[in-house]
């Protein structure tokens, strides 16, 4: 017999700037090429709080949002055959289909195969698998990891070893890989660099940890939140400051310090201006700068092109260049080989009736990552 439709809890978006609320949800049996999941546990990422502010020019409501669980394998629906009930799971808000052109080019992490309904808040087949008394509830970034049971495609799914504890693995969903993702894997800092890391969160001190593993002498936190300066240097940051203490423009203060500007630097925050700050800071001839926040509709960045004519570079990642179903398993095998730890991110756990003081503590910077228990 087929999987029946399962009532569940889960955190409803119904609309954006409004708070979250706890509702009983239908979900779907997965269609053919999905899988429905069990979650365990899921982070809450600012991308959430940024989507649900409104500012997202994807954000479509009533949705379910969350894109950084973890879970375990309920049921699958034809013709799936890459995973089987039980498996632990972590969804993929970037899929990894092993055949469109971005797959293929051995460039890029950005699978599109299905990134046009995922966009949507739909499934690839034009459809939603929630609703609430009939109605129809969008999904999220492909994952909507705010509820006891989400439905993905299997191309969304990485399997990972069920040694590891879901309510910490869940990280690894987003802010972990990212930031990691983005020092190692898109900048390719190598050992000895200097690099400048703005916003010292969920995202910044994931970078923090990354260039420490790549063995940068110099590792320099910029956050605005004193609060945050204890653990970035616990986590291997060597100096944190605050641009607010500084009359000069920061990346003025920090051309300074650095005998030129900085190797690499990483703006973790969403903000256009310390975007640019970000690009400034870096050296003449080769410095690069990697944009991992998310910016609202309308933003735009700016420089001087002459930053760039003199050599500096500006990129961008999305989770930390990191294909997620043949490269995300290890990063979880690293994780159970003592690597990194995930803990130290892990400020506050609730349960989801709790969902909303999640995105209070974020926005009163009283946290690094809440973590809803399920
Ligand atoms: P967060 O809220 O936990 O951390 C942001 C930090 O930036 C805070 O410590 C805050 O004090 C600091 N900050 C704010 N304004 C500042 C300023 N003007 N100067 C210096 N510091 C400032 O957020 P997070 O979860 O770490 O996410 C950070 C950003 O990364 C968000 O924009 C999020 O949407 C984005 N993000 C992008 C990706 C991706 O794949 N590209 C993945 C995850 C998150
Ligand atoms: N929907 C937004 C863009 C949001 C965005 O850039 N998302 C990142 C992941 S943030 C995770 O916390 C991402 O993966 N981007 C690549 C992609 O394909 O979405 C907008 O501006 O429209
Ligand atoms: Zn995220
Ligand atoms: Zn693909």
């Known amino acids: 017999m087929g999987a029946e439709t399962i009532r569940c809890k889960a955190a409803v978006a119904w609309k954006a700037g409004e708070p979250l609320s706890i509702e009983e949800v239908e979900v779907m049996p997965p269609q053919k090429g ?81 990134r046009t309904t995922q966009g949507k808040g739909l499934m690839p087949d034009g459809t939603t698998r929630f609703s609430v008394n009939g109605q129809p509830i969008y999904h999220y970034m492909g994952t909507s990891t705010f509820s006891e049971y989400t439905v993905l495609p299997e191309i969304s799914l990485a399997k ?60 320099i936190g910029i956050d605005i939140n004193e609060d945050k300066f204890a653990l970035a240097k616990k986590l291997g940051a060597t100096e944190c400051i605050n641009p607010k203490n500084y009359e000069q423009p920061i990346q003025d203060v920090i051309v300074d310090i650095t005998d030129g500007g900085v190797d690499y630097s990483f703006e973790c925050i969403g903000n256009v201006q310390v975007m640019r700050s970000a690009l400034e800071c870096c050296h003449k001839g080769w410095g690069e700068s990697v944009i991992i926040g998310v910016a609202g509709a309308g933003q735009e960045i700016s420089t001087r092109p002459f930053q760039l004519v003199t050599g500096r570079v500006w990129r961008g990642t999305a989770f930390g260049g990191v294909k997620g179903r043949s490269e995300l398993p290890d990063y979880v095998e690293r994780y159970l080989a003592g690597d990194f730890k995930l803990d130290d991110f892990i400020t506050h756990t609730m349960s989801l009736e709790k969902i909303n003081d999640a995105f209070d503590l974020m926005h009163e910077g009283k946290s690094i990552r809440s973590v809803i228990h399920y």
């Open 34 to 114: 999905e899988v429905r999941i069990r979650l365990m546990a899921t982070g809450v990422c600012h991308t959430d709080a940024f989507t649900l502010s409104g500012e997202d020019p994807e954000g479509v409501f009533p949705a379910i949002l969350g894109h950084e669980g973890a879970g375990v394998v309920e049921s699958v629906g034809e013709g799936v055959s890459g995973l089987q009930v039980g498996d632990h799971v972590i969804p993929l808000y970037t899929p990894e289909c092993g055949e469109c052109k971005f797959c293929l080019s051995g460039k890029t992490n950005l699978c599109q195969k299905i």
């Open 160 to 219: 990972i070893n069920p040694e590891a504890p879901l309510e910490e693995v869940c990280l690894l969903g987003c802010g972990v890989t990212t930031g990691m993702g983005a020092v190692m894997n898109t900048a390719k800092v190598e050992s000895g660099s200097t690099v400048a890391i703005f916003g010292l969160g969920g995202i910044g001190l994931s970078a923090v940890i990354g260039a420490k593993m790549a063995g940068a002498e110099r590792i």
